[in-house]
């Protein structure tokens, strides 16, 4: 089993930036693949970006594409998610995500998740 804990949310005004953590515990964090979903009300949970248990491989939705940046801290078991040039479009409640084997950006594929922190970017 693995647990997800996320935290970092928050309000912020349009252009600006916020970081989510992920806080993992639980087996060995550097043997999962990490990821990152958003849902919006009304909306299904939908795929923003993922690295490999390595961290070779990286994956961004093209939405955020250029403006977030994943990245991973195997030694203190943490995923973070860089947030800038936020929209007003990029309002969800984000959730942190663990797999085995390869990284997916169906949320299906995904074994652990977090409960998710929100994050609402006001215009």
């Known amino acids: 089993q693995v647990q997800l804990v996320e935290s970092g949310g928050g309000l912020v005004q349009a252009g600006g930036s916020l970081r989510l953590s992920c806080a993992a515990s639980?087996?060995?964090?550097?043997?999962?693949?990490m990821g990152w979903f958003r849902q919006a009300p009304g909306k299904e949970r939908e795929f923003v970006a993922s690295?490999?248990?390595?961290?070779?491989?990286?994956y961004y939705a093209d939405s955020v594409q250029g403006r977030f940046t994943i990245s991973r801290y195997d030694p203190r078991n943490t995923l973070y998610l860089q947030m800038n040039s936020l929209k007003p479009e990029d309002t969800a409640v984000y959730y942190c995500?663990?797999?085995?084997?390869?990284?997916?950006?169906?949320?299906?594929?995904?074994?652990?998740w977090g409960q998710g922190t929100q994050v609402t970017v006001s215009s």
């Open positions: 690295i490999s248990w390595q961290g070779g491989r990286i």
């Open positions: 995500a663990a797999k085995s084997g390869y990284a997916s950006s169906d949320y299906a594929d995904w074994d652990y």
């Open positions: 639980g087996r060995p964090f550097a043997s999962y693949a």
